[in-house]
């Protein structure tokens, strides 16, 4: 696995939904490469300290047409 795709799964990898038949490649690669293996431990900090925000609970116009872009641009591979 080449880090392309390495990027590519650790969205996947940090949901728990990484394909089996992806998982080693993807562990070795990270394993052996301390660019990803950057890359993904800045990723986790960052899940966290989103978490941490509070949530809104109003929801607003700008919020929707936000979400509706993102889904357009990045439709999900699943």
Do not use: W
């Given at each position: 696995?080449?880090?392309?795709?390495?990027?590519?799964?650790?969205?996947?990898?940090?949901?728990?939904?990484?394909?089996?038949?992806?998982?080693?490649?993807?562990?070795?690669?990270?394993?052996e490469c301390p660019s990803c293996r950057t890359y993904l431990d800045q990723l986790r900090v960052t899940?966290?300290?989103?978490?941490?925000?509070p949530r809104s609970t109003a929801s607003s116009r700008r919020r929707a047409e936000l979400i509706a872009a993102f889904r357009r641009e990045f439709p999900a591979r699943r």
């Amino acid at each position: 696995m080449n880090c392309y795709e390495a990027i590519d799964l650790m969205g996947d990898a940090l949901d728990g939904a990484l394909p089996t038949e992806a998982r080693a490649g993807f562990d070795d690669h990270i394993e052996e490469c301390p660019s990803c293996r950057t890359y993904l431990d800045q990723l986790r900090v960052t899940l966290k300290a989103l978490e941490r925000l509070p949530r809104s609970t109003a929801s607003s116009r700008r919020r929707a047409e936000l979400i509706a872009a993102f889904r357009r641009e990045f439709p999900a591979r699943r």
